[in-house]
């Protein structure tokens, strides 16, 4: 099973890669920059496999950059309230 199968296997994946950005000395900024750069390649390259995925798929795809920021941030902010 691939952890796109199952959205909260997805927010785990997130968090731990998060976790392992943080533990290398990533800033916020360049954690954010990467949370955008991997939103675009989902939403654009990769088939949504649940409900929620193609939600956020589909609001990525009619935000502008700015909002995609946001979008990636709220993620970011989701799976840190995970852990």
């Known amino acids: 099973m691939s952890v796109l199968?199952?959205?909260?296997?997805?927010?785990?994946?997130?968090?731990?890669?998060?976790?392992a950005a943080q533990d290398?000395?990533?800033?916020g900024n360049a954690i954010?920059?990467?949370?955008?750069?991997?939103?675009d390649y989902l939403a654009n390259e990769v088939e949504a496999?649940?409900?929620?995925?193609?939600v956020l798929a589909e609001l990525w795809k009619?935000?502008?950059?700015g909002e995609q920021h946001t979008i990636a941030n709220l993620m970011i902010k989701l799976v840190q309230g995970q852990q």
């Open 24 to 27: 290398k000395g990533l800033d």
């Open 49 to 54: 496999r649940n409900p929620e995925e193609r």
């Open 32 to 39: 954010n920059e990467m949370a955008y750069r991997i939103g």
């Open 5 to 19: 199968d199952n959205f909260d296997q997805w927010k785990d994946f997130l968090g731990d890669r998060l976790n």
């Open 62 to 65: 009619i935000a502008d950059e």
